[in-house]
């Protein structure tokens, strides 16, 4: 991952006596995926709008690329593509118009980038239609494109999946995740769906009335070195508690010849290797890690997300 795009200095926003955001800190780096979870109320949108300056903040900053939002809005905006919402298109002209018309307002934006980026979105076939015959799936696509157009160094996408089928999520989260690896973008996804985010992005923040409650990551191997529960299938489960104990390690059966342990990847191959000492088959070996919806409702107490 490379240095910070964005970082979040402390910020809390209020409105009255309320706190929507209270002392909110965070850094997205370039090349990552972010997700930002929250349960309803939680202050997701509220953080996103001061992002791009559509709400001011009350005490603290955000920088990107090093700009501050609310001192140098025009340096750091200009680094910044959003879909903030739903995107909004001129529907009485084409998607291809459309796209045309963004491009003249920021200079540099070549004919050869528009037809890379309706490329990327996969929208070749129906780009010269009018944007009033298109679905609310490839109105969101042609939103994405119309945001990456100037080559962003942070994309802010607010539920980007919305009206999206399967294929279409699929295809929109394999985009963005090679996005952020070749052309090293930082992008920031809130999002409800939480199987998706668990697929599409390496990092997930989740606030929980407006304060930080964790951020952790989702993507490669980082649970390998962590505590985990390991899952035994065996032949005899009676006779592998007894050699677990005799080895000083507490065992659990679930049933089903199953034991469960508490330990890493290296624990796991040692005693694996007592239990075929000890003649006991093993049929599988497999680590119970809890999905991001399990987490997720674990740690805001079961309060639903949006």
């Known amino acids: 991952m490379g240095k910070p795009i964005v970082q ?13 955001i209270d002392n909110l800190t965070l ?13 309803n109320g939680a202050g997701k949108t509220t953080t996103i709008r001061m992002m791009v300056g559509l709400m001011s903040i009350t005490s603290g ?38 796209l045309i018309h963004f491009a003249r307002m920021i200079p540099g934006i070549t004919s050869h980038r528009v037809k890379e980026v ?45 009206g999206l089928d399967p294929a279409g999520i699929r295809e929109l989260r394999d985009y963005l995740r090679n996005m952020a690896r070749q052309e090293g973008v930082a992008v920031f996804v809130s999002s409800h ?11 997930v923040a989740i606030i929980q009335n407006g304060k930080l409650i964790d951020v952790r990551s989702i993507q490669g191997s980082d649970n390998s070195a962590k505590s985990l529960r390991i899952l035994f299938e065996v032949e005899w489960p009676e006779s592998a508690l007894e050699v677990l104990a005799a080895s000083g390690l507490t065992g659990i059966s679930e049933g089903a010849g199953v034991i469960a342990i508490e330990g890493d990847k290296e624990l796991a191959a040692q005693v694996n290797e007592s239990f075929v000492r000890s003649g006991i ?4 070996i497999r680590a119970d890690i809890k999905s991001l919806e399990e987490q997720f409702l674990e740690m805001t107490g079961g309060e639903g997300i949006g």
Do not use: W
Request: with cysteine.
């Open 8 to 20: 979040l200095q402390g910020v809390t926003k209020r409105i009255g006596s309320r706190t929507i």
């Open 27 to 39: 850094d997205v780096p370039s090349g990552e995926v972010f997700g930002f979870l929250g349960p």
């Open 61 to 98: 900053d955000i920088l990107i690329d090093g700009h501050s939002i609310s001192k140098q809005f025009e340096k750091s905006i200009r680094h910044v593509g959003a879909i903030v919402e739903n995107p909004e298109m001129y529907k009485y002209m084409s998607g291809y118009q459309n």
């Open 118 to 162: 309706v490329a990327l979105v996969g929208l070749e076939s129906r780009i010269h239609d009018k944007v009033k015959t298109y679905s609310l799936g490839m109105r969101q696509r042609l939103g994405v494109a119309q945001a990456i157009l100037h080559k962003p160094k942070l994309l802010i996408l607010d539920e980007p999946t919305n």
């Open 193 to 203: 769906l939480l199987s998706e985010m668990e697929l599409m992005c390496d990092r």
């Open 281 to 284: 088959k093993v049929y599988g």
